[in-house]
C-alpha cells in the first residue's frame, strides 16, 4: 500500500487522521493495548475537528440512538473496505477495548492539556474529538507528528477561568464536583454548554454549530444524572 486517500474521510468531516505502528508506539501504551493486537501491525486513530462531521450527519438525514459513533463507525467502515481492500481490521474505539485515545491523540501533535479539562489543539482549539481507532494488519505510512505546544501557556487573560460561572478553576486545578454540581442546578447556564469552553479563543473559526454543543453535552448532563442516581439508589 503506497499511500493513503484520506479524502473521502475529510468529506465526512472526520478529518483527523494518524497511522501508527505497533512496534514503535511507547511501551506502556502498546502494553495496555488488548491481546488482540499481537495479530496486526498498525493502529489508525481518526477524529473530528470543527463542524463539518456534524453537518455531514445531517445531511445524511439518518436518525441512530448514538448519531455521531453511528455515523463514525459506518463511514470509516466504508473508507476501510475501499482503500484497504483485502486488509483485516479490529475497532478499538468505540467500544469496550482498552485504548489510551489522549495519549495516541498527544503522539499525533492533536491533545494538549487545558485548565479545563478538555484536550486542546494547537490550531482547532476544543473542537476536536476521537472518534474511531482501528488496529490494522496494513502497511500505510506511518504518520509524522509534527512538534506542537499548548497554546494555553501563552493565554495570558484566561477567558475559560473567567467565565466559568461554577468557579470550577478559581482554586488553580479544575474541581469537577463544582463543574458538575453547577452543571446539575435548575437553571444552569452550563446545562446544555460549556460557558469556559466557548471562551476559549483557540480555534474560534472551528467551533461546533450550536446543535452539535447542545446534543454533546444533553447527553453528558444525562450521564451525569444517570449516575448521580445510581449512587444515591446503593447509599439507600
Known sequence: MSGTD????????????AVFDLARLPADLR????????????????????????????????HDADPIDDFSIRTVA???????????????YPGNAPVDLQALGRLAGWHHPSPFKIGIHPDRGTWFAYRVALLADTDLPPTTAPATAS?????????????????????????????????????????TTCLARLACPVGAAHRYDTAQIHHGYTHSLRMIEYFATDRAARKD
Open 6 to 17: 484520506f479524502s473521502e474521510l475529510d468529506r465526512a468531516g472526520l478529518n483527523l487522521q
Open 31 to 62: 502494553g495496555r493495548l488488548p491481546d488482540t493486537a499481537a495479530a496486526f501491525r498498525q493502529l489508525i486513530l481518526i477524529g473530528n475537528a470543527g463542524p463539518a462531521l456534524w453537518r455531514a450527519l445531517c445531511a445524511e438525514g439518518r
Open 78 to 92: 466504508r473508507w476501510f473496505a475501499q482503500h484497504c481492500h483485502g486488509h483485516r481490521s479490529h475497532r478499538l
Open 151 to 191: 497554546p494555553c501557556p501563552r493565554c495570558t487573560d484566561t477567558p475559560c477561568i473567567t467565565a466559568c460561572p461554577a468557579d470550577a478553576m478559581a482554586g488553580g486545578s479544575f474541581a469537577l464536583d463544582a463543574c458538575i454540581g453547577y452543571r446539575r442546578l435548575r437553571g444552569s447556564r452550563c446545562a
